[in-house]
């Protein structure tokens, strides 16, 4: 059984900061890329960043220059500072993963989400 559990969401003003977490725990042999998708209310589920196992990130053209990913592959982790937060950046922040569990294979798991809302 693997779970991601995020964190450090909240209610900040337009300019501040955040800094999400996300940490993997169960059986788990490998993790290839690590990301953070978001959902504001009434829209699609979208990509925001990703971080390969080689520590490559990509952003959406979006958060380019605002946010920063990273992970800690010792600790499972993947992080993404927010910064210069905009009220458009307001929604709930989902982690995802792709990792390989007890199958040969890897598979695609997610987070429960973490609200993130931005006053403007």
């Known amino acids: 059984q693997v779970q991601l559990v995020e964190s450090g969401g909240g209610l900040v003003q337009a300019g501040g900061s955040l800094r999400l977490s996300c940490v993997a725990s169960?059986?788990?042999?490998?993790?290839?890329?690590m990301g953070w998708y978001r959902q504001a209310p009434g829209k699609a589920r979208e990509l925001v960043a990703v971080?390969?196992?080689?520590?490559?990130?990509n952003y959406a053209d979006s958060v380019k220059g605002r946010f920063t990913i990273s992970r800690d592959n010792a600790k499972n982790a993947v992080f993404l500072q927010m910064n210069n937060l905009k009220p458009e950046d307001t929604a709930v922040y989902y982690c995802?993963?792709?990792?390989?569990?007890?199958?040969?294979?890897?598979?695609?798991?997610w987070g429960q989400g973490t609200q993130v809302t931005v006053s403007s």
């Open positions: 971080i390969t196992s080689g520590r490559t990130p």
């Open positions: 169960g059986t788990i042999f490998s993790i290839n890329a």
């Open positions: 995802n993963a792709d990792l390989r569990s007890t199958h040969w294979y890897s598979q695609n798991y």
